[in-house]
């Protein structure tokens, strides 16, 4: 090959390499996101202070939404990284077991990944990127370490420490990984379970995370002028705004009570 095709080729591998430590928000995302943070201020000034000057004044904040929103949108990806790395990891510990090189175990590997999460799944991607790194006489350790980088897991981490531990020492290097492949199975079967566990708890969380401001809507409806004081006079404001700060002292703990790290 070509010293200009090589050059192609690792522009191209590098163009497309992610950093899933950050997360960049698309078009949609802003737009999706910021109408939600819009709507969330015009729920919050009309229930608890029935005033379009406090709407426009919390605006601001809701449009900043999608900035907060984008955490939990790459805490996300990343743990779809984590479960597609625990399916791969397996295909490759069986790859070098059947007596693959690393390489070709990638390769193999990548194929399997692409039935498995299709085209677009970012393991299969990485695997495929890795290989073609490989090939253009890079070591299978400066790959995984760049990847282990950029992933920001601790799974990703611990693998390629292993890997480079295993083939400076000479060791098994397949018993080595097929152990590693195996804890890593075991952690992420673990996180799926606590998952599983807390999935009922975290609906219920976003059901009574809505409960106050449809008891607040049911009872003004229903009695008419019920609140008119809460409204109007500045002890009423001052109430409402303490009732505000408790409720999201309340969100922000139901939040971290079901934030279960493994």
């Not at 997360?23 to 005033?51: I, M, N, Q």
């Not at 299969?124 to 790194?133: I, P, S, V, Y």
């Not at 809460?230 to 009732?243: D, E, F, S």
């Amino acid at each position: 090959m070509s010293r200009w095709g090589n050059f192609k080729r690792r522009k191209n591998s590098r163009r497309q390499a992610v950093n899933y430590k950050t997360y960049h928000l698309s078009p949609g995302e802003w737009l999706r996101y910021g109408a939600e943070g819009a709507a969330a201020c015009a729920l919050v000034s009309y229930t608890f202070y029935r005033s379009l000057r406090i709407f426009f004044l919390l605006l601001p904040l809701g449009l900043c939404y999608p900035l907060y929103h984008r955490k939990a949108l790459q805490e996300a990806r990343r743990y779809q990284l984590s479960q597609e790395f625990k399916e791969g990891i397996q295909i490759l510990a069986a790859n070098l077991s059947a007596g693959y090189s690393i390489e070709n175990a990638l390769a193999n590997s990548s194929h399997e990944l692409a039935m498995l999460f299709g085209e677009k799944g970012m393991i299969r991607g990485e695997f495929a990127a890795m290989t073609r790194q490989i090939q253009m006489n890079r070591t299978a350790e400066q790959v995984l370490f760049e990847f282990a980088g950029r992933s920001g897991l601790e799974d990703v981490e611990n693998f390629a420490q292993v890997f480079s531990a295993a083939k400076r020492s000479g060791g098994d290097l397949v018993a080595i990984i097929n152990h590693t492949a195996g804890v890593i199975r075991d952690k992420a079967q673990v996180r799926e379970e606590i998952a599983n566990m807390t999935a009922s708890k975290r609906l219920e969380q976003r059901i009574m995370n809505l409960i106050p401001f449809f008891l607040m809507i049911y009872v003004d409806k229903a009695s008419p002028g019920f609140f008119e004081m809460m409204y109007h006079t500045a002890a009423g404001r001052i109430l409402m705004t303490i009732c505000l700060g408790v409720y999201g002292i309340a969100f922000w703990l139901s939040k971290r009570i079901l934030d279960i790290p493994v």
